[in-house]
């Protein structure tokens, strides 16, 4: 099989999974560096947790089992193990509390925002209004067969069951606030490598944000079991620079959605799969 979208080592499994993936996809918000900085950060206490515990299970095994300790101490108290196994725990939970709080706080709280992306879940595709544009609003449906091999021309990358026919695109190092709802079932909004994860509910409306500081291509899925179709209701979004998006809104609003994505297509094609590097 040839290696799509993956443009090299460096961006394996950054907007889309890579073969033999073992942690989390690239971060490229700084919500997700937070997130994967957290990740380590707990991976580090859960280590040392299973390594004291392990110990002290050896121990107890070697030393007092019954052969090695036939007459049992009958001890039943010892203030200072207990006040230790109380104060070490509560310590542990307050150093993992804390920085999980802040990081809930730092996704919750939307900073100002430079555009907005409005995204309502259906039965089975997204659909997305750009309300700061009059008139730009489209929906995003699954690219299959045919059509998929057809954008495969103009979009080298487009991988199966993530691209869609109109991706969301968005410019680079660009605060945008993002608001979901749904018209019929709860879905859920998620990129993994955005660290959003939002429902989308009908009836109200959720806000999440995202600053995008790498171009690029960043795929995602529905997270919330919503149906027969959950799994073909992908999200694709092109973080694309500033000249890019300018040029795609405005064809977007003379030309329509379709017409926006196929010059876009064509600026952000360097025949090199669909993860065009920044133009440093
Ligand atoms: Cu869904």
């Known amino acids: 099989m040839v290696m799509v979208g993956a ?25 997700m560096e937070r997130v994967t900085g957290f990740h380590n950060f707990l991976l580090w206490i859960i280590t040392g947790v299973v390594a004291l515990v392990t110990v002290l299970l050896l121990i107890v095994m070697v030393r007092f089992n019954r052969r090695s300790n036939p007459t049992p101490s009958k001890t039943t108290h ?4 207990e006040v230790v196994w109380t104060v070490v725990p509560v310590l542990i939970l307050l150093a993992i509390a804390i920085p999980s ?19 309502t879940g259906n039965q089975w595709y997204w659909s997305y209004e750009y309300p700061d544009q009059e008139d730009l609003s489209f929906d995003a449906i699954l690219l299959e067969g045919d059509a998929l091999q057809e954008r495969r021309k103009i979009d080298p990358g487009a991988p199966r069951l993530l691209a869609t026919d109109n991706p969301i695109v968005v410019p680079v190092d660009t605060t945008v606030r993002l608001i979901v709802t749904a018209s019929d079932v709860i879905h859920s909004w998620a990129i993994p490598s955005f660290g959003i994860k939002i429902d ?23 997270s919330e079991l919503c149906g027969q179709g959950h799994a073909y209701m992908p999200i694709d979004v ?12 405005q064809q977007a609003e003379s030309e329509g959605v379709e017409e926006a994505n196929k010059m876009l297509f064509s600026r952000l094609n360097d025949g090199n799969g669909n993860q065009v590097a920044a133009a440093e």
């Open 7 to 31: 443009g090299g080592a460096s961006a394996a499994g950054v907007g889309q999974p890579a073969e033999w993936q073992f942690g989390f996809q690239g971060a490229v918000t700084p919500v």
């Open 78 to 81: 010892n203030t200072l193990v």
């Open 101 to 119: 709080f802040r990081l809930l706080y730092f996704e919750r709280v939307v900073p100002e925002a430079e555009m907005t992306v409005k995204a």
């Open 200 to 222: 989308a509910i009908p009836g109200r409306l959720n806000e999440a944000w995202f600053r995008a500081n790498k171009i690029g291509t960043y795929y995602g899925q529905c």
């Open 238 to 249: 092109r973080v694309v620079s500033r000249e890019d998006f300018d040029a795609w809104q």
